[in-house]
């Protein structure tokens, strides 16, 4: 039987997020496999993680690509990219929250590509007069990835629905950015 690398993979982000310290032996029963067979495609943790750094990476470059971020105006263009990322979400809250571990340069240069793609569209609502300017951008960033982080162990830990979290994450996220009108 062929083991779905992406859903080995995702299984260890899930199970990674809630506890950083599982074994290979935990990885491999989350992900439904023998732990010989999780070796065979991952030589051993480090080779896991740099995997799945590569993943999220791969996803979300493919949902900022979904999300159409140049067309429309900033906050439809983030709402778009909140539904698109939504469903990577436990990838990136395992790679959000253990960021530290990541050397490789390759992969801080993936990283800083999709970074400066979100920046831009905050920065570009900020100059469209549509988010809010005394918060950086490069804030608003880290508070995007976060509330998907924070997003994802809710709908795991059934605090939140999962039909609920892309509607939340936005809203909250725009509520947050918006420039006020008022004086």
């Known amino acids: 039987m062929a083991v779905d690398r992406s859903h080995v ?6 199970l990674l997020a809630r506890r950083p310290t599982s074994s290979m032996d935990e990885i491999a029963r989350a992900a439904g496999i023998g732990r010989a067979t999780l070796h065979r495609h991952f030589a051993g943790r480090d080779a896991l993680i740099r995997a799945l750094e590569e993943l999220g990476i791969e996803q979300l470059t493919r949902a900022l690509d979904a999300a159409r971020l140049d067309e429309g105006s900033a906050p439809a263009a983030l709402r778009r990219l909140v539904a698109e990322a939504e469903p990577v979400a436990g990838v990136l809250a395992f790679l ?4 530290q571990l990541f050397e490789g340069a390759e992969i801080n240069e993936g990283w800083t590509r999709l970074d400066a793609r979100i920046h831009a569209l905050f920065r570009r609502g900020q100059e469209e007069g549509d988010f809010r300017i005394d ?3 490069a ?4 508070a995007f990835y976060g509330l998907i ?16 979290l892309t509607h939340s994450i936005a809203e909250l ?4 950015a918006r420039r006020s009108m008022e004086k």
């Open 96 to 99: 959000f929250t253990e960021n």
């Open 149 to 164: 982080g924070a997003g994802a162990w809710a709908v795991h830990d059934g605090r939140v629905a999962r039909n609920d």
């Open 135 to 137: 918060l950086g951008a």
């Open 9 to 14: 993979l995702t299984a260890a982000a899930a």
């Open 173 to 176: 996220l725009l509520g947050g």
């Open 139 to 142: 804030w608003l960033t880290e």
